[in-house]
């Protein structure tokens, strides 16, 4: 079969970009959810904050799960229950009566249904389809695609959330997850399991042992904790944060959409500066234009302007780390396991989130500000640029090749 064809390679990119902008969409509207639920429910906000956590933790688990079997059987199983996960976390959300009820639907169901729909499974399969120079464009084409249905679809949500109310929005939103089953076709040729020209001796649990003795691998998994700690609180917590502040619900609607927005541009260049540049640097200099983003935010008057400016700038900066992280995970091992070894990399980052979600509404509940987390934001982002900068950007393959 040839592999790098024009034919091949326009159906699984266009797939899996409107994957992508279907289930990071659906994702990043949840934050929408905190207030109208938690006032709904007679909860603190804290209860849906811990939900969205373990959402997040569940999505970095169940993402080297879907990883492995995706690397052994193929994508197609593991797509079309991610999307059965999604469809049913949501619609069964709406009817959550406890706090236990919404932590099975909004944190497992859920967090298994973007494990197995999102970057994790799609950018692999990417990476396997298109030619090598090539890569870097379409890790960033992608990345771009989960931003623009960050802009396209969270707007759209607030607006369901007007017309009809928290409940049947979710439910609305959960039968159309169901259009994610269509996109997951013609992704199927490119799992690992398609990918047997250089098989590595040993079980997953060997190859990761093997792979967690590279150093620069460590970093990686590293550095990519603070940016799941910065972008998934925001997500969740920015809406509540401005509403306190006296802002309409539909600027905190529109500051997440901001996001996505100038995020198009920042995941699409940073793809091409991926396949032009040092992989390392980049990933410092993102990171270190994300503390001077949030410091910029926090210690200037809060303002319409202050808001839109500090949006598009987190924007261009969301997730630009993601085409350099994924390349620099195939540079390092190919892809014969890129799919789980890229998921343990973004389990760090889901513990990332986990504790920024958490955290957030901790801190919100028993201090009454979110100041504590935005200076911990801007620590852990310098300290996430100084880990990326002696990452040594060469193969090491043979590492998981060794007895």
């Known amino acids: 079969m040839t592999r790098h064809t024009a034919t091949s390679v326009l159906p699984v990119v266009v797939s899996g970009c409107l994957l992508v902008m279907l ?119 992608g990345t771009a695609a989960g931003s623009l249905g960050q802009f396209l679809v969270v707007p759209l949500m607030q607006e369901l959330i007007e017309l009809f109310g928290w409940s049947l929005a979710l439910q609305y939103l959960g039968a159309s997850a169901l259009v994610m089953a269509l996109l997951a076709m013609p992704l199927a040729p490119f799992g690992g399991a398609a990918n047997e020209t250089n098989p590595i001796p040993g079980s997953l649990s060997q190859v990761l042992r093997r792979a967690v003795g590279v150093r620069s691998y460590r970093l990686l998994v590293a550095g990519f904790f603070v940016c799941g700690f910065h972008v998934a609180f925001i997500t969740v917590h920015m809406p509540g944060y401005l509403v306190d502040s006296g802002f309409d619900a539909r600027v905190a609607a529109w500051s997440i959409s901001l996001i996505g927005f100038f995020n198009v541009i920042g995941a699409y260049y940073s793809g091409l500066a991926s396949g032009r540049h040092p992989l390392r640097k980049i990933l410092a200099f993102i990171y270190l234009g994300r503390v001077i983003a949030i410091g910029l935010f926090l210690f200037t008057p809060l303002s319409l302007t202050s808001v839109v400016t500090f949006s598009a700038l987190m924007g261009l900066l969301w997730l630009a780390t993601v085409p350099p992280t994924s390349a620099l995970v195939a540079e390092f091992f190919g892809t014969r396991y890129m799919t789980f070894l890229y998921g343990i990399v973004f389990l760090s980052h889901q513990l990332g989130s986990f504790t920024g979600i958490w955290l957030g509404g901790w801190l919100y509940e028993n201090a009454g500000s979110y100041d504590g987390i935005w200076i911990a934001a801007m620590v852990l982002g310098a300290l996430a640029a100084a880990a990326h900068w002696p990452i040594e950007e060469r193969s090491h393959l043979e590492s998981l090749k060794a007895t």
Request: contains cysteine; aromatic residues 10%; proline residues 3%.
């Open 23 to 141: 289930s990071f969409g659906y994702r990043a509207g949840f934050g929408l959810f905190v207030q109208p639920i938690s006032e709904a429910r007679g909860w603190g906000r804290d209860a849906l904050s811990l939900a969205l956590a373990v959402q997040n933790l569940t999505w970095g688990v169940a993402a080297v799960v879907a990883g492995g079997l995706a690397d052994r059987y193929g994508n197609l199983r593991v797509l079309l229950a991610g999307v059965a996960c999604y469809a049913a976390g949501m619609w069964a959300m709406a009817h959550a009566a406890t706090e236990t009820q919404l932590m099975f639907t909004t944190g497992l169901l859920v967090g298994a249904g973007v494990a197995g729909t999102s970057f994790g499974i799609v950018l692999p399969a990417f990476v396997r389809a298109v030619p090598e120079e090539r890569r870097g464009w379409a890790l960033g084409l």
